[in-house]
């Protein structure tokens, strides 16, 4: 029996995908969560094969609860279902861990396919996002946010999502001023000046979404 753990912060998707693969035999869906913190916390109690997981989530998002249970669960498998093909963003995940890729436009029998290729430990990316990743390699300018630490990068997208200093220092478990000598230092790293410059940036490589990158 395949175990699988849904990370996605829309009840709906998240529901939908439960009873998708609840039908099946060979997988059953141990559980589901809305954020990327209790991803990693639902892992080490569910011990779940393969982590199904939403790229842009509150908290540490999908990026850091990859990187986190690949570091610390190296038996549990991360399939990326997401709608945001953005290839920067993609390279990130899979250099976090991830091992497979679906599209959230995907059929059923395609997910249920993944996840068993996955569970038998073979990459999975659909023809989609492949044809994206390699053109990619060829077309996309470098991305600044590969030059970052993981506690840089984690602490930068927990900026461009609103969130305030003093709850990144809650979440890490970091003081204020660390969580501010890490905002400078990254900063100085993307010649940026400003939270706000910061999200334009993160936009323009895929990182966030909401409105336009070229505005202001």
Do not use: W
Request: with cysteine; net charge negative.
């Amino acid at each position: 029996m395949i175990k699988v753990l849904i990370a996605d912060d829309h009840h709906l998707v998240r529901s939908s995908i439960a009873h998708l693969l609840n039908e099946e035999r060979d997988i059953k869906v141990v559980g589901e969560v809305d954020d990327g913190e209790n991803a990693v916390a639902q892992c080490r109690r569910l011990k779940p094969d393969i982590v199904v997981m939403d790229i842009r989530m509150p908290g540490i998002g999908g990026l850091e609860a990859t990187r986190r249970i690949h570091r610390t669960m190296e038996d549990v498998k991360v399939l990326i279902l997401t709608a945001h093909m953005e290839d920067s963003a993609l390279r990130l995940m899979l250099e976090a861990g991830a091992i497979g890729f679906l599209s959230k436009g995907a059929d059923p029998t395609e997910m249920t396919d993944a996840i068993r290729q996955v569970f038998h430990g073979r990459r999975y990316v659909s023809k989609e996002i492949a044809q994206r990743l390699a053109l990619s390699h060829f077309t996309d300018e470098d991305n600044p946010f590969r030059h970052l630490s993981h506690r840089e990068l984690q602490i930068a997208l927990m900026v461009v999502n609103c969130q305030r200093v003093q709850d990144i220092s809650d979440r890490l478990h970091l003081s204020p001023k660390t969580v501010n000598t890490y905002r400078y230092r990254l900063f100085d790293k993307l010649h940026v000046a400003t939270d706000v410059e910061l999200t334009h940036l993160a936009l323009r490589h895929g990182l966030v979404e909401g409105f336009d990158a070229n505005l202001g």
